[in-house]
């Protein structure tokens, strides 16, 4: 199953809080610009979980077209 | 985009002659499309060489038989062999289609011409008049149209193209007075808007139409514009020759110059202006004709009838279609973009006028290596990497430069800058230097062993002192742009060198050697291959015979430093090593794809590059700059080091080897400051405390080294994560996942721990921020 | 489903404050969509707000959400209320969807009472004339679609005796904009999925990328008596 981003559902745990990460709205930046995107947090402390996949491909995709204007 | 900005733009752009015609278009009176024809007759499609022709020849039946070809005296071939008969291509176009060309009637204008003489001159401009919907008449002594053409014979001009084409006048508004002589023009000029005289060559011209001459018997006409003395009279052809030498082409090429001429008069316009492309001229484009076998023109069997297809298409083969490209030639990256400098040159002022659009050419501008091989072999000098390193600096300037591209590259440059590796030191016993020895930041990072050797070395070979400065000369930081970056680094470099008592710069690196020259003149530097030609190898060097040809790169800093060059090659022949030439060697060698860190901002463009220099030899290569010899090893090319050969032992194995990666050439540099500082200085030096002990599983080197995450950031990842306790668990794979911010990047890591140390299993990074 | 404009609630918001409506005025908003903004007006500023699409869809979607959302289906080019009803007219990244903005702003016109505002968010092309070498965007007079520069907007705009109070740049939403997209739904060389309010190209694609696109914020005011006899 799949989420808004298109990431597979993940079994990660914050382990300071022992918690299960769970789907939260995060704000990236990047140049000045800020942008709100759902992203695995831990609803206790708000530590996040980036996907290698999501680095390496959405979030550079959005570096470029940045960085490029 | 300012006028200051127009005007050098144009004059760069100037430099690149790709788009000047070929010489046999240039020398036509019409610029016939000589190429474009060549091309479709080589392809046999002759409606499209037909379509060509016609273009700029009105009457192309009667020209592809008759004409007189001043094309063929500026044919490049003709410096090989013979030159191209392109008359005969010609005439295969036009006995192929058969046909007239197709001209539309005009709606008709209200002004009139007449024209006096139907030879060829008088007709192309009742043609092209005609065709404009002007009304003309044309007043022809004779019975017939053509004039001189009828003194070719038949099986020269067979007469049915003259009637095929001077039939294409009928569906124009153009009326022919046969048997009318002309002998004043008075009323014609009375009753007409305009006037032509094309009445052809005059053995008695003092009795025609009182037109003056001069002393050699040249018509008194105005060179542009073919306008006479008296007020809308124009005069051409044969008229203006002062010998009976009849050229068809030049004369149809008058009557063209006429009509353009009558026509801006109807239209109240200037006659003469933007006129200098019209008439013959000697082209600038230069062609490389180097290698072309020689081939003598193709004989038709048939000379009366022409070309066979056959022999039309091995003729056209013959034709160099002329174009210059010698850049493109020896550059993977002009040829990448698949265009030439003038087109490229456009594309980079058009991007920087863009101001905050969308940068297409960014990449284009970071992916040249700057090496300044376009300018040798250009016959312009146009210089590429002149205008991208402008470019470049423009860029930054206004803040528009893309971070990513270079971050990697400068931020290496400030570690070898930093306390952790930079050293500049008198030699023991020594309170100033005489010499200074400056290896570079690459060699350290990749040949820290035979750095410290060789410092040795020359500490035991001259007298007066020879310091060491370890540090980065600032390259990266010139190549990136980075004008106060740059500055900056030279005078930390300047204040080093003075406080060593302004020492001879002995450095081994070509790059640096052009940089400080270039930037600090005043320091006075040589490379460590004119030192070591003068003072001799060491005993200890092997001798190497044994090692098979080897072929030679000399580093693109090296370029127009024959000093360099000549010393590199005298020391390779003192180790008893054979060397051969590359094809594209000294002054005219290319750059690896370090230069302009074309290697970071375009792997693509510099994988091609690399591919391509190795390629061109079976031999084992020899280099004198560690970054060309590790781009070279990482295709698998067996490269040395002239520096390794002299004092590393097992170089053969060295040879086939690739360089260290990223972390391991900071490590070395660092390691070999802390070194050096013991053995030489007799320091006492503590080893740094690493932020964690981590360990790399083989598999895991390459992905690392791919996404140029160094090890000492991995480790700062995970001791904040452990001394923090911010870490997630994957708890399907049991693996500690943690992030943290450095400088502008975002890294992450996944990790087990191990006992003492930490497995590193992945690393990626963004620099996209976090901020909740 | 992020469909909202660039810019969202805020700009919206920043817009309307700057037309002064009354409460009970009576909004139109063109190109609706899912109706948000209708539904924003109606519920948080008391505005007698209607909406009206092409997206059946879309309208659907509102209607779903919230039950009672007058928003109707009909072409903005000829819409189906008496001249002068409006005290406002809102468009928001709708216009550059829309194929003759002549007639449309004709329209927005008509419905508008004297003194009404008009108020319109949406994609421009910056610096026209200096970034457009060779390719000619169409003109927005020229009844297609294309991405209008400034001055043209402003011609147009005065040509229909609307008087220009408020025009500003908002070009950092659309970058927010762009990346919350792509973070979304990700890149193609496509530009549909790039810009998804506008789904009319005509083939631009290769020459907006060339060009500086920004994205601007105005409210107009119907002048109270025409500048010139009617034709």
Same mark, same amino acid.
């Given at each position: 199953?799949?989420?808004?981003?298109?990431?597979?559902?993940?079994?990660?745990?914050?382990?300071?809080?022992?918690?299960?990460?769970?789907?939260? #709205?995060?704000?990236?930046?990047?140049?000045?610009?800020?942008?709100?995107?759902?992203?695995?947090?831990?609803?206790?402390?708000?530590?996040?979980?980036?996907?290698?996949?999501?680095?390496?491909? #959405?979030?550079?995709?959005?570096?470029?077209?940045?960085?490029?204007? | 985009?300012?006028?200051?900005?127009?005007?050098?733009?144009?004059?760069?752009?100037?430099?690149?002659?790709?788009?000047?015609?070929?010489?046999?278009?240039?020398?036509?009176?019409?610029?016939?499309?000589?190429?474009?024809?060549?091309?479709?007759?080589?392809?046999?499609?002759?409606?499209?060489?037909?379509? /060509?022709?016609?273009?700029?020849?009105?009457?192309?039946?009667?020209?592809?038989?008759?004409?007189?070809?001043?094309?063929?005296?500026?044919?490049?071939?003709?410096?090989?062999?013979?030159?191209?008969?392109?008359?005969?291509?010609?005439?295969?176009?036009?006995?192929?289609?058969?046909?007239?060309?197709?001209?539309?009637?005009?709606?008709?204008?209200?002004?009139?011409?007449?024209?006096?003489?139907?030879?060829?001159?008088?007709?192309?401009?009742?043609?092209?008049?005609?065709?404009?919907?002007?009304?003309?008449?044309?007043?022809?002594?004779?019975?017939?149209?053509?004039? /001189?053409?009828?003194?070719?014979?038949?099986?020269?001009?067979?007469?049915?193209?003259?009637?095929?084409?001077?039939?294409?006048?009928?569906?124009?508004?153009?009326?022919?007075?046969?048997?009318?002589?002309?002998?004043?023009?008075?009323?014609?000029?009375?009753?007409?808007?305009?006037?032509?005289?094309?009445?052809?060559?005059?053995?008695?011209?003092?009795?025609? &139409?009182? &037109?003056?001459?001069?002393?050699?018997?040249?018509?008194?006409? @105005?060179?542009?514009? /073919?306008?006479?003395?008296?007020?809308?009279? &124009?005069?051409?052809?044969?008229?203006?020759?002062?010998?009976?030498?009849?050229?068809?082409? =030049?004369?149809?090429?008058?009557?063209?110059?006429?009509?353009? =001429?009558?026509?801006?008069?109807?239209?109240?316009?200037?006659?003469?202006?933007?006129?200098?492309?019209?008439?013959?001229?000697?082209?600038?484009?230069?062609?490389?004709?180097?290698?072309?076998?020689?081939?003598?023109?193709?004989?038709?069997?048939?000379?009366?009838?022409?070309?066979?297809?056959?022999?039309?298409?091995?003729?056209?083969?013959?034709?160099?279609?002329?174009?210059?490209?010698?850049?493109?030639?020896?550059?993977?990256?002009?040829?990448?973009?698949?265009?030439?400098?003038?087109?490229?040159?456009?594309?980079?002022?058009?991007?920087?006028?863009?101001?905050?659009?969308?940068?297409?050419?960014?990449?284009?501008?970071?992916?040249?290596?700057?090496?300044?091989?376009?300018?040798?072999?250009?016959?312009?000098?146009?210089?590429?990497?002149?205008?991208?390193?402008?470019?470049?600096?423009?860029?930054?300037?206004?803040?528009?430069?893309? /971070?990513?591209?270079?971050?990697?590259?400068?931020?290496?440059?400030?570690?070898?800058?930093?306390?952790?590796?930079?050293?500049?030191?008198?030699?023991?016993?020594?309170?100033?230097?005489?010499?200074?020895?400056?290896?570079?930041?690459?060699?350290?990072?990749?040949?820290?062993?035979?750095?410290?050797?060789?410092?040795?070395?020359?500490?035991?070979?001259?007298?007066?002192?020879?310091?060491?400065?370890?540090?980065?000369?600032?390259?990266?930081?010139?190549?990136?742009?980075?004008?106060?970056?740059?500055?900056?680094?030279?005078?930390?470099?300047?204040? =080093?060198?003075?406080?060593?008592?302004?020492?001879?710069?002995?450095?081994?690196?070509?790059?640096?050697?052009?940089?400080?020259?270039?930037?600090?003149?005043?320091?006075?530097?040589?490379?460590?291959?004119?030192?070591?030609?003068?003072?001799?190898?060491?005993?200890?060097?092997?001798?190497?015979?044994?090692?098979?040809?080897?072929?030679?790169?000399?580093?693109?800093?090296?370029?127009?430093?024959?000093?360099?060059?000549?010393?590199?090659?005298?020391?390779?022949?003192?180790?008893?090593?054979?060397?051969?030439?590359?094809?594209?060697?000294?002054?005219?060698?290319?750059?690896?794809?370090?230069?302009?860190?074309?290697?970071?901002?375009?792997?693509?463009?510099?994988?091609?590059?690399?591919?391509?220099?190795?390629?061109?030899?079976?031999? @084992?290569?020899?280099?004198?700059?560690?970054?060309?010899?590790?781009?070279?090893?990482?295709?698998?090319?067996?490269?040395?080091?002239?520096?390794?050969?002299?004092?590393?032992? @097992?170089?053969?194995?060295?040879?086939?080897?690739?360089?260290?990666?990223?972390?391991?050439?900071?490590?070395?540099?660092?390691?070999?400051?802390?070194?050096?500082?013991?053995?030489?200085?007799?320091?006492?030096?503590?080893?740094?405390?690493?932020?964690?002990?981590?360990?790399?599983?083989?598999?895991?080197?390459?992905?690392?080294?791919?996404?140029?995450?160094?090890?000492?950031?991995?480790?700062?990842?995970?001791?904040?994560?452990?001394?923090?306790?911010?870490?997630?668990?994957?708890? @399907?794979?049991?693996?500690?996942?943690?992030?943290?911010?450095?400088? =502008?990047?975002?890294?992450?890591?996944?990790? &087990?721990?191990?006992?003492?140390?930490?497995?590193?299993?992945?690393?990626?990074?963004?620099?996209?921020?976090?901020?909740? | 489903?992020?469909?909202?404009?660039?810019?969202?609630?805020?700009?919206?918001?920043?817009?309307?404050?700057?037309?002064?409506?009354?409460?009970?005025?009576?909004?139109?908003?063109?190109?609706?969509?899912?109706?948000?903004?209708?539904?924003?007006?109606?519920?948080?500023?008391?505005?007698?707000?209607?909406?009206?699409?092409?997206?059946?869809?879309?309208?659907?979607?509102?209607?779903?959400?919230?039950?009672?959302?007058?928003?109707?289906?009909?072409?903005?080019?000829?819409?189906?209320?008496?001249?002068?009803?409006?005290?406002?007219?809102?468009?928001?990244?709708?216009?550059?969807?829309?194929?003759?903005?002549?007639?449309?702003?004709?329209?927005?016109?008509?419905?508008?009472?004297?003194?009404?505002?008009?108020?319109?968010?949406?994609?421009?092309?910056?610096?026209?004339?200096?970034?457009?070498?060779?390719?000619?965007?169409?003109?927005?007079?020229?009844?297609?679609?294309?991405?209008?520069?400034?001055?043209?907007?402003?011609?147009?705009?005065?040509?229909?005796?609307?008087?220009?109070?408020?025009?500003?740049?908002?070009?950092?939403?659309?970058?927010?904009?762009?990346?919350?997209?792509?973070?979304?739904?990700?890149?193609?060389?496509?530009?549909?999925?790039?810009?998804?309010?506008?789904?009319?190209?005509?083939?631009?694609?290769?020459?907006?990328?060339?060009?500086?696109?920004?994205?601007?914020?105005?409210?107009?005011?119907?002048?109270?008596?025409?500048?010139?006899?009617?034709?």
């Amino acid at each position: 199953m799949s989420d808004q981003n298109g990431q597979q559902q993940v079994n990660i745990e914050c382990v300071k809080c022992k918690i299960q990460l769970t789907l939260g #709205k995060v704000t990236l930046a990047y140049l000045g610009s800020t942008f709100p995107v759902e992203l695995y947090k831990c609803p206790q402390c708000g530590l996040i979980y980036i996907p290698e996949e999501l680095a390496n491909g #959405k979030m550079k995709q959005v570096e470029a077209a940045l960085e490029d204007k | 985009m300012d006028q200051m900005d127009q005007k050098l733009l144009r004059q760069r752009e100037a430099k690149c002659i790709q788009e000047n015609p070929p010489g046999c278009t240039a020398r036509c009176p019409v610029h016939v499309d000589v190429k474009g024809i060549v091309e479709a007759v080589g392809k046999k499609e002759y409606a499209k060489g037909f379509a /060509l022709f016609t273009r700029m020849v009105p009457f192309p039946g009667i020209i592809s038989r008759i004409c007189d070809q001043p094309c063929q005296q500026a044919c490049k071939r003709a410096e090989i062999d013979e030159t191209i008969f392109i008359r005969g291509l010609e005439q295969i176009c036009v006995d192929q289609v058969q046909n007239t060309h197709n001209v539309a009637s005009p709606p008709t204008k209200n002004k009139t011409a007449a024209i006096v003489g139907a030879g060829l001159s008088g007709l192309t401009a009742a043609f092209e008049l005609g065709r404009k919907g002007y009304k003309v008449e044309v007043f022809e002594a004779s019975d017939r149209l053509g004039g /001189l053409i009828w003194d070719y014979q038949e099986s020269r001009l067979p007469r049915q193209w003259i009637q095929k084409d001077f039939s294409v006048l009928a569906k124009l508004p153009v009326e022919i007075h046969y048997n009318t002589k002309i002998t004043s023009l008075d009323h014609l000029i009375d009753q007409f808007d305009a006037v032509y005289v094309g009445t052809g060559f005059q053995q008695n011209w003092d009795r025609e &139409f009182s &037109f003056t001459r001069n002393a050699e018997g040249e018509l008194e006409l @105005d060179l542009l514009t /073919l306008a006479t003395e008296r007020e809308k009279v &124009f005069a051409g052809g044969g008229i203006r020759r002062f010998s009976k030498q009849y050229s068809p082409i =030049s004369s149809l090429a008058d009557g063209k110059m006429a009509a353009i =001429s009558i026509d801006r008069l109807f239209q109240n316009a200037s006659l003469s202006a933007n006129r200098e492309h019209e008439g013959p001229f000697t082209t600038s484009l230069y062609t490389n004709t180097d290698g072309i076998q020689p081939e003598p023109m193709v004989q038709a069997a048939d000379p009366v009838n022409g070309y066979t297809e056959e022999e039309a298409a091995r003729e056209a083969d013959r034709c160099l279609l002329c174009e210059c490209l010698e850049c493109v030639k020896v550059c993977e990256y002009l040829a990448h973009y698949r265009s030439y400098p003038k087109r490229y040159v456009r594309e980079i002022y058009n991007n920087l006028s863009i101001v905050m659009g969308i940068h297409r050419a960014n990449k284009m501008i970071n992916s040249c290596s700057l090496c300044g091989l376009c300018a040798e072999v250009c016959p312009g000098n146009l210089d590429m990497g002149e205008i991208c390193l402008e470019a470049r600096r423009t860029m930054v300037d206004k803040g528009k430069m893309p /971070l990513s591209t270079h971050d990697f590259a400068l931020r290496d440059m400030r570690f070898s800058n930093s306390e952790l590796c930079a050293l500049d030191k008198n030699q023991p016993g020594f309170t100033a230097s005489q010499y200074v020895f400056f290896p570079g930041c690459q060699l350290s990072a990749s040949s820290p062993n035979t750095v410290k050797q060789a410092y040795v070395y020359l500490t035991e070979k001259l007298a007066g002192g020879v310091g060491l400065m370890l540090g980065c000369c600032g390259a990266p930081a010139i190549w990136a742009g980075q004008e106060a970056l740059f500055q900056e680094t030279m005078r930390t470099l300047e204040t =080093s060198w003075h406080s060593l008592g302004e020492p001879q710069i002995i450095a081994a690196c070509p790059a640096c050697c052009k940089i400080i020259a270039d930037n600090l003149p005043e320091l006075p530097v040589k490379s460590v291959w004119e030192v070591m030609d003068q003072i001799g190898l060491p005993d200890r060097a092997e001798a190497l015979s044994g090692l098979s040809p080897l072929a030679i790169h000399d580093s693109c800093t090296a370029r127009y430093k024959a000093d360099v060059q000549n010393s590199v090659r005298n020391l390779a022949g003192k180790l008893g090593c054979q060397v051969e030439e590359l094809p594209l060697n000294r002054d005219n060698t290319t750059c690896c794809s370090y230069g302009g860190l074309m290697f970071h901002a375009n792997r693509e463009v510099a994988e091609k590059v690399i591919r391509r220099r190795v390629s061109e030899s079976e031999s @084992d290569y020899l280099t004198y700059c560690i970054m060309c010899r590790d781009n070279f090893a990482g295709q698998g090319k067996r490269t040395h080091h002239l520096l390794d050969l002299i004092f590393a032992k @097992d170089n053969d194995r060295k040879a086939g080897q690739k360089g260290p990666g990223y972390s391991q050439r900071q490590e070395n540099r660092e390691r070999l400051k802390n070194s050096l500082l013991q053995d030489v200085w007799g320091e006492t030096v503590e080893e740094r405390p690493l932020d964690a002990a981590i360990i790399v599983p083989e598999q895991v080197r390459p992905v690392l080294e791919e996404r140029m995450i160094l090890d000492d950031d991995i480790r700062k990842v995970i001791a904040y994560a452990e001394s923090s306790g911010n870490k997630l668990k994957d708890m @399907d794979s049991d693996r500690y996942i943690a992030y943290h911010q450095i400088a =502008s990047v975002t890294y992450w890591v996944e990790y &087990f721990p191990e006992n003492d140390t930490f497995i590193v299993q992945n690393a990626y990074s963004h620099r996209i921020t976090i901020t909740d | 489903m992020l469909h909202q404009h660039p810019g969202g609630l805020t700009l919206t918001k920043r817009m309307i404050a700057a037309c002064s409506f009354s409460a009970e005025s009576r909004v139109l908003d063109v190109g609706c969509g899912a109706g948000t903004t209708v539904e924003y007006l109606r519920k948080h500023c008391g505005m007698d707000a209607v909406g009206i699409d092409l997206s059946i869809e879309r309208l659907d979607q509102g209607k779903k959400r919230c039950g009672e959302l007058p928003v109707i289906y009909g072409y903005c080019e000829r819409m189906p209320f008496i001249d002068g009803s409006f005290d406002g007219v809102i468009a928001e990244c709708s216009l550059s969807t829309m194929e003759d903005l002549e007639k449309i702003m004709a329209e927005m016109f008509r419905l508008l009472k004297p003194g009404g505002k008009l108020a319109v968010s949406d994609l421009y092309v910056k610096d026209w004339k200096r970034s457009s070498q060779d390719c000619c965007l169409p003109a927005i007079t020229d009844g297609q679609t294309g991405y209008a520069d400034e001055k043209n907007l402003h011609v147009l705009l005065a040509k229909n005796d609307f008087e220009i109070i408020v025009w500003e740049d908002q070009s950092a939403y659309l970058r927010e904009f762009t990346a919350g997209y792509i973070m979304k739904y990700g890149f193609s060389e496509d530009l549909r999925p790039f810009f998804p309010c506008c789904n009319k190209f005509n083939g631009f694609e290769k020459e907006i990328r060339r060009k500086k696109l920004g994205y601007f914020m105005l409210v107009a005011e119907k002048r109270q008596e025409r500048m010139r006899s009617v034709g």
